[in-house]
């Protein structure tokens, strides 16, 4: 039966009250451990369709007649538009509408950053409809940009207001400590660079528009056009079949969305607004550089008796807050917090939420500092965080759903007991060292989201649902849960999803939600299937329906009697069993959290700066692991992510002019396979007993937060160095190294001289 | 645009004299880069991939001609890799194997970049660049080849038709700094011989002036060398990296390969 709740909501930290309407969750979480489907390794049910160019990707969509529009973007940092005249765009071949932001609302005059859309062309051709752009005649009225995130902040330029926490006395605990360590630390802005860059295809059928694009919402985005364009939702149908990524930035419908429909309203054809690799660079969104002056205070004994920290997120031209506060206050068990954080309004690109938007930053800056609180007391850094653990959450006293951070460090143990044997590597030119750090995330996802399970005569088994699959391979996962529910076979089941026309509602795949939202309603559905199953199953061999089950194929009675499935379901014909499944609410009164460790193996060439990441081991606790494959690969991924942003990934502007200086794949440096270093996977594998009918809880995320900051402590491992701004990159470390030969030569203690 | 293809060494002089604004291209790697980032619209482009004669390397007489349409590939594999060394490990640093199945050594020449891996290796050997005309053959030493960022000594009609160098069988070495593992245009690099037949050390810099530079001294100057090399570099600041760091890492680099070359 459907209540109507008032519950708490959270999407990629950030919570609010709203009221819902949730489905009770009728099925009890199976036993631990893998399952027959559920748990077991599977590869991707569209892993060959993709191989082999099959999978039809927004990129992929041209439809008959369709028009290509080209954007034009403020090429400086500050500037207003005046004077936009469209009309010489329109006089070129092959165009075939324009628009600008006199005429639309959807456009700003008002150009913040360099990227910032003012106008667009529609033509027949893309190179058309970019020399339409390159012919809009406009004024811009440059002035200074703002670029400095310190000054913004003392001039009182923020995005938003700013977030201040406090719970115990910070300042008394830090007066009474025995050590406190206090230190800067940076984090750069990096790019999401999805394979697939933003883009939509709109059109419209009657009063209908259809919109293809390469979302993480399929629903947000229908919300989002409807209320922008003044329709009501369900006349806006949303279509993401198979996606590039997104990895944060596509959690809404974008300008390049309004574009696209809008220029298809003026003229009647399928119009396709698709970012390039530049524009991706430029203006689709990026994790926002930030500064963090942080004090942690400790009694001798490793008891961490306060933490602080002051926050400056910079955000660019427009944004919200990330979290860069929140794992100094969630990670520890400390009494005494007091954080602040504010946001830098500037003139570079909107920030977009980006794979754990904040945490990565302040679990980079908070775990560092903590190894150098360790190193101060002379307390080991595992050891340090053992004793600092936090046994109910820190917040506000609730206890969590599941917790077994405590479990992987034991089984990082290890992991970390290779350390001397990895820093005996060490010569003169490479030193060798470990470091680790923890994650704390969210993760846990919640309701509204539903699924439809469709059983046909054939024992062809079909779940429909209009969620979308952003490439983490949540269809395949999705389908093991029914496949472990109806007691048949992986290669039974399909899904049908990517479409809200077709599918009920689902929720959003960010915030490492998708499994825990969409997994349970999947589950749900399945078992309403099943249930109906099993009465006609007792009504066809005469049994009570208590007594039967559903494993292997065959409905099983336990009276040791058992058919076929086929020889049921072949009495349907054209019947079908339709099952309706919903997500049950979340525990109340408890907290959902994801929890982590990472054990870095580095050697650092204390010549050049270079950096080598030799091994990682990563071992997370995110309740029951539905396919061990897929999560391995969102481990690796999640990784590979944060190796790029911890070493070679920068987003650079020109710091007169912020200019962006990065704009191709030439200049900014993703990690290449080369760079990668072995990587060792475990899970906990613990179902959460409180949460939903599955026990499982999100992995997108909590893989790519530790990993800075394990690399950063291994290099101190190694070398001795504090390296407290990312990315580090080789200047980064010899400054490092210079910094601590600079500290060594003050305190008296002669050592070897460091380059300069 | 207008792509022409010849089929021989001949046909393609003949065409470069007729139409002297057509820019080469064999592996693409450089000018494909220039054509997507829209930074060149030649009109004419002289595919030089159906010439024969460009192709492979020879030996006669003890010297080596590798043609300009030796790829980094070709350059890595024994026999050529153990007659010049430090040129196999520069061609090794080069790009992703796609890259290095396509790119050429003339395109290296042809696009004169300080950054150009082949460079330092070819200048340490003491390269001949050979280049072609309707006009006749003519031969110049790769540092008169080179006159500045980007800029050589290429006549409008002439094309690269070979590198020309005597290897001296002395032990050399190539290193390069990057700001990761593989794919990357060199933050800076060196090569360097220790020639112990000639008492001559000899380094050349890549990514760290407007041109390849060559910085030669004395066997008996090793304990300065490093220095020396690190003084003759004129870098600039930009995108990969700093001046200060790059003059840092080449003398941590020529005291590397001293120690390579000399132990």
Redesign the interface.
């Given at each position: 039966m459907a209540r109507l709740i008032r519950t708490e909501k959270e999407v990629e930290g950030r919570y609010e009250e709203v009221w819902t309407v949730v489905e009770e969750d009728a099925l009890d979480q199976w036993p631990a451990g893998p399952l027959e489907v559920v748990g077991q390794p599977a590869q991707r049910q569209d892993g060959l369709q993709r191989a082999r160019g099959e999978a039809r990707y927004t990129a992929d969509v041209r439809l008959p007649g369709m028009l290509h529009a080209a954007v034009l973007r403020s090429g400086v940092a500050r500037a207003d538009a005046r004077a936009i005249d469209v009309l010489p765009a329109l006089e070129l071949p092959g165009v075939q509408a324009a628009l600008s932001c006199e005429e639309v609302d959807f456009l700003d005059a008002e150009a913040g950053y360099p990227g910032a859309a003012v106008a667009a062309v529609a033509a027949d051709t893309i190179e058309q409809a970019r020399a339409g752009v390159e012919a809009i005649a406009v004024e811009w009225d440059e002035s200074e940009p703002l670029l400095d995130p310190d000054e913004a902040i003392a001039r009182g330029q923020l995005v938003s207001e700013s977030s201040s926490y406090e719970r115990g006395d910070l300042e008394a605990a830090l007066a009474g400590a025995d050590v406190v360590v206090e230190a800067e630390y940076r984090t750069q802005s990096v790019l999401h660079n999805s394979m697939e860059t933003h883009q939509a295809v709109c059109h419209w059928e009657g009063d209908t528009l259809v919109v293809h694009i390469s979302t993480q919402y399929i629903w947000g985005v229908r919300d989002e056009l409807a209320e922008k364009l003044g329709l009501r939702p369900d006349d806006v149908r949303v279509v993401c079949e198979f996606m590039g990524g997104g990895f944060g930035a596509k959690n809404g419908a974008g300008d390049y969305s309004l574009i696209a429909a809008e220029l298809s309203r003026r003229t009647g054809r399928p119009v396709r607004c698709a970012l390039t690799r530049r524009e991706e660079n430029l203006a689709a969104g990026n994790r926002n550089a930030t500064i963090q002056r942080l004090r942690a205070g400790a009694r001798s004994d490793g008891t961490i008796v306060g933490l602080g920290g002051e926050f400056v997120n910079a955000v660019g031209w427009s944004g919200w807050l990330a979290g860069t506060d929140g794992p100094m206050q969630m990670l520890y068990g400390v009494d005494n917090v007091a954080t602040m954080l504010r946001g830098a309004k500037l003139n570079s690109a909107p920030m977009a939420a980006f794979r754990a938007p904040g945490f990565v930053e302040g679990t980079f800056g908070l775990e560092c500092l903590l190894d150098e609180l360790g190193g101060k007391l002379g307390i080991d850094p595992l050891e340090l965080r053992r004793r600092n653990h936090a046994d109910a959450d820190v917040l506000d006293g609730r206890p969590y759903s599941s917790k077994s951070l405590l479990e992987c460090y034991r089984r990082a143990e290890p992991h970390w007991d290779r350390r001397h044997e990895v820093r005996a590597r060490s010569d003169e030119?490479w030193k060798h060292g470990v470091g680790l750090a923890s994650q704390v995330w969210y993760g846990g996802g919640g309701p509204p989201s539903y699924a439809w399970v469709r059983v046909g005569s054939d024992g062809s088994m079909t779940v429909v649902t209009a969620m979308q699959d952003i490439g983490t391979g949540s269809r395949t996962a999705m389908a093991q849960i029914a496949a472990e529910e109806l007691g048949v076979s992986l290669a039974q089941v399909r899904v049908e999803l990517g479409d809200s026309a077709r599918g009920p509602f689902a929720s959003i795949s960010a915030g490492s939600s998708t499994i825990p939202s969409m997994g349970p309603a999947v589950r749900s559905a399945a078992g309403d299937a099943r249930r109906q199953i099993l009465e006609l199953a007792a009504q066809r061999w005469q049994k009570e329906q208590r007594t039967l089950s559903l494993k292997g194929g065959r409905i099983v009675c336990s009276d040791g009697g058992s058919w076929p499935l086929e020889s049921l379901l072949g009495l349907l014909e054209d019947a079908q069993i339709l099952g309706m499944g919903a997500r049950g609410p979340n525990p109340t009164g408890m907290r959902v959290l994801t929890f982590g460790v990472q054990v870095a193996e580095v050697a650092v060439d204390v010549?050049?700066?270079?950096i080598?990441v030799g091994r990682i081991a990563a071992i997370h606790d995110v309740g029951r692991i539905i396919n061990p494959l897929g999560a391995r690969s969102q481990v690796e991924g999640g990784i590979i992510q944060a190796l790029g942003h911890t070493?070679?990934e920068h987003r650079?502007l020109d710091p007169r002019t912020g200019t962006v200086?990065?704009q191709?794949l030439?200049?900014y440096?993703l990690?290449?396979?080369?760079?990668v270093p072995e990587i060792v996977c475990e899970f906990v594998d613990e179902p959460d007993s409180h949460l939903t009918n599955l026990g499982a809880k999100g992995l997108g995320e909590p893989p790519i937060i530790p990993t800075a900051a394990a690399i950063a402590n291994a290099i101190r491992d190694a070398t001795g160095a504090d390296v407290r701004s990312l990315p580090i990159?080789?200047?980064e470390m010899?400054r490092a190294l210079a910094a601590l030969a600079r500290a060594k030569e003050r305190s008296g203690d002669r050592v070897a001289a460091r380059?300069? | 645009m207008e792509v022409l293809t010849p089929r021989s060494l001949d046909e393609a002089l003949s065409v470069k004299a007729e139409r002297p604004d057509a820019r080469p291209i064999a592996g693409g790697t450089d000018l494909l880069?220039e054509l997507n980032?829209d930074r060149a619209r030649p009109e004419t482009l002289l595919n030089l991939n159906e010439v024969p004669e460009l192709r492979g390397w020879s030996r006669e007489n003890g010297t080596l001609r590798l043609g300009s349409g030796l790829t980094y590939a070709e350059a890595m594999r024994a026999p050529l890799a153990e007659l010049v060394p430090a040129l196999a490990e520069a061609s090794r640093t080069v790009g992703?194997p796609q890259i290095r199945t396509r790119g050429t050594l003339g395109g290296n020449l042809g696009t004169a970049s300080p950054a150009g891996d082949a460079l330092p290796p070819l200048l340490v050997e003491g390269a001949q660049v050979e280049l072609g005309s309707l006009r006749g053959v003519r031969s110049l030493p790769l540092s008169e080849f080179l006159v500045g960022p980007k800029r050589n000594a290429l006549e409008p009609d002439e094309l690269v038709l070979a590198v020309r160098l005597l290897p001296s069988a002395q032990p050399q070495t190539f290193m390069k700094?990057g700001?990761?593992?593989?794919?990357?245009?060199a933050?800076c690099s060196l090569a360097l011989v220790a020639d112990r037949e000639r008492g001559e050390l000899r380094a050349a810099y890549g990514s760290s002036g407007p041109v390849v530079g060559l910085v030669t001294a004395p066997l008996e100057e090793r304990d300065h060398f490093a220095d020396t090399v690190a003084a003759a570099a004129s870098p600039i600041d930009d995108?990969r990296?700093?001046a200060i760091?790059r003059r840092?890492?080449l003398r941590?680099?020529a005291?590397?390969a001293m120690e390579r070359c000399l132990a």
């Open positions: 030119t010549g050049t700066g270079e080598r070493l070679s650079l200086l990065t191709t030439d200049a440096k990690p290449t396979i080369a760079d990159d080789r200047e010899l380059p300069a | 880069v980032f992703s700094v700001p990761r593992n593989a794919m990357v245009i933050v995108v990296g700093t760091y840092h890492a941590v680099l005291e590397r």
